[in-house]
């Protein structure tokens, strides 16, 4: 719309100033209208017209002015082809200018506060005080203290703060990086060599994230991060108590028998843990079942005088026994050494029973006073702990076949569990009332009988106990108790505050495992069911 259609006073004027000048111009361009112009009208009413005119042609010209300064080219409409030219420098046209109006209450012009800001940084628009900086005690409240990296530290700084918040975030939530606004998206135009050459180093550089990631950092006490996964039997969970749950030392194949007489593996992933296989054992309810530390089978017994092993290469089960010269009724307890060469069973009245992995023949004995209850081995499998109803703890070298060391179990009536961390720095003792003892294995041997802890959280007897690969955390639990299971901060020796907590039923655990890197937490219970933990400190399964 037109300046001219938006005002119609102006219009109707000019329509009229038009409409004279036309009338004029007629009048002029016919020889009546000259001959009566000539006759009639004097020299001074002609300049008049003609300064109308003129004066209407101007106020024309400045209409059309207005209007396209206003609305654009409105008289002249751009043509296809044709194209503004651009100022020309060599014409001497100027391509900009400067405006040096601005005026400055100091007195100084752009010019001068240009060449006085020169070499100099600019001055930041306000400065905190020492005084308001932020401090956060992050001891004082329970959920805050999973951010402390030592035990006694107490205050942080604001900045601190935020900073050990976004690591914790980004610790728990790994996958949240569809959520970033300011990730930059992958270039699809780029081949993959390209990608790697440009992309790869300039994303590495950019961040200030490990390139490793280190497991071997410290565990913090009081509070355990961990969160509770698909069961790892949930597509075929047990028809009777889970005895035996454990890791291949690949970290992803979980074996799980029990009394229903079913040996089952599982591809253990976090989400659905498919089943692999299950194998049926007709005339053996299964009390212990355990890998080879090499992987390659796989050891079954229960209350039998025999036992079975599981080719996994060959997928081949053998019977095994009875064993030559020995009558024992029962080989339902057992221990592998570590470098997969012994397997130690506990036989009758105090024997302990020396069985090669490789032949499966009976290679020795060992005899201890009182009844046999529980084994463990140490030093690679070189030595050999055992504990039992006269209340000692016994340490064997495999190799001379004798007994090194015997030291009594400081207020144990009875042991009957007994587990090694992998160093074979530290062993634990569980007793029939409960209480679970902690020492330190060379101290022992030396003379030193006092534990390091003596661990009061259980009143029933202990059933099975187990150190996790670095030994930060001791798993102890109970079978004849109700969410009987507590984990043990081992560097300070406290049980973990909010484990198992109120929202998770552990039901009457019968057996655990950590996974070879402690990224996972399995417990097998009487319910059939083997529940499964993510432990958030540990990056690897």
Not at 46 to 54: G, L, S, T, V
Not at 76 to 84: I, L
Not at 152 to 162: A, F, L, N, Q, T
Request: hydrophobic share 35%.
């Amino acid at each position: 719309m037109s300046l001219v259609s938006q005002n119609p006073i102006q219009k109707r004027r000019l329509e009229r100033i038009e409409a004279a000048d036309d009338d004029s111009g007629e009048e002029l361009g016919s020889p009546i209208a000259v001959g009566a112009e000539d006759g009639n009208e004097t020299e001074s009413e002609k300049r008049k017209k003609e300064n109308n005119r003129k004066k209407a042609k101007r106020e024309r010209e400045e209409m059309k002015k207005l209007e396209s300064s206003l609305f654009g080219a409105l008289y002249a409409p751009p043509q296809f082809g044709t194209e503004v030219e651009a100022a020309d420098p060599d014409n001497g046209a100027p391509l900009f200018f400067m405006d040096r109006s601005a005026v400055y209450e100091d007195g100084f012009s752009s010019e001068d506060e240009g060449k006085s800001m020169v070499g100099k940084e600019r001055k930041p628009a306000w400065v905190d005080d020492e005084e308001e900086v932020t401090e956060v005690d992050i001891s004082n409240v329970a959920r805050l203290r999973k951010l402390r990296k030592e035990v006694d530290e107490r205050v942080i700084s604001g900045k601190e703060y935020e900073a050990r918040l976004r690591g914790q975030h980004a610790k728990l939530n790994r996958f949240a990086d569809w959520a970033d606004l300011d990730r930059k998206a992958p270039n699809s135009g780029f081949s993959d060599n390209e990608s790697d050459e440009e992309g790869g180093v300039d994303d590495i550089l950019r961040n200030n994230d490990e390139l490793v990631v280190k497991d071997n950092a410290k565990l913090l006490p009081d509070m355990l991060g961990f969160s509770r996964l698909v069961d790892a039997n949930a597509q075929e969970p047990s028809s009777g108590p889970v005895n035996s749950v454990q890791f291949h030392r690949n970290g992803q194949l979980m074996l799980v028998a029990g009394l229903d007489k079913h040996m089952r593996f599982f591809q253990i992933d976090g989400k659905r843990n498919p089943k692999i296989q299950s194998i049926f054992i007709e005339d053996c309810p299964v009390y212990k079942a355990a890998f080879l530390p090499d992987g390659s089978e796989v050891i079954l017994s229960g209350r039998r005088k025999f036992f079975y092993s599981f080719d996994l290469v060959k997928a081949a089960v053998s019977k095994i026994g009875p064993l030559t010269g020995r009558e024992e009724k029962s080989l339902e307890h057992f221990e592998i050494s570590p470098d997969s060469k012994t397997i130690a069973f506990i036989g009758n009245e105090g024997y302990i029973l020396l069985i090669s992995s490789k032949t499966k023949q009976l290679i020795g004995t060992l005899k201890m006073n009182g009844n046999v209850r529980s084994l463990a081995f140490a030093d690679g499998g070189n030595q050999l702990l055992s504990s039992g109803g006269d209340g000692h703890v016994y340490h064997w070298d495999l190799r001379t076949r004798k007994c090194i060391h015997k030291g009594t179990d400081e207020g144990s009536l009875a042991g009957i569990s007994l587990c090694t961390s992998h160093d074979s720095s530290l062993f634990a003792t569980g007793s029939t009332s409960g209480i679970v003892n902690v020492y330190k294995r060379d101290d022992f041997i030396g003379g030193k009988r006092k534990p390091l802890k003596t661990i009061e959280n259980l009143t029933t007897e202990i059933g099975e106990m187990k150190f996790n690969h670095d030994a930060q955390v001791l798993a102890i639990s109970s079978r004849k108790e109700r969410n009987g299971m507590r984990l043990v901060h081992v560097p300070s020796l406290t049980v973990f505050q909010n484990w198992p907590g109120p929202r998770f039923s552990l039901h009457y655990p019968r057996c655990l495992d950590f996974s070879p890197g402690s990224g996972f937490l399995s417990v097998g219970h009487a319910g059939g069911k083997v529940l499964l933990y993510k432990l958030h400190h540990y990056q690897n399964a």
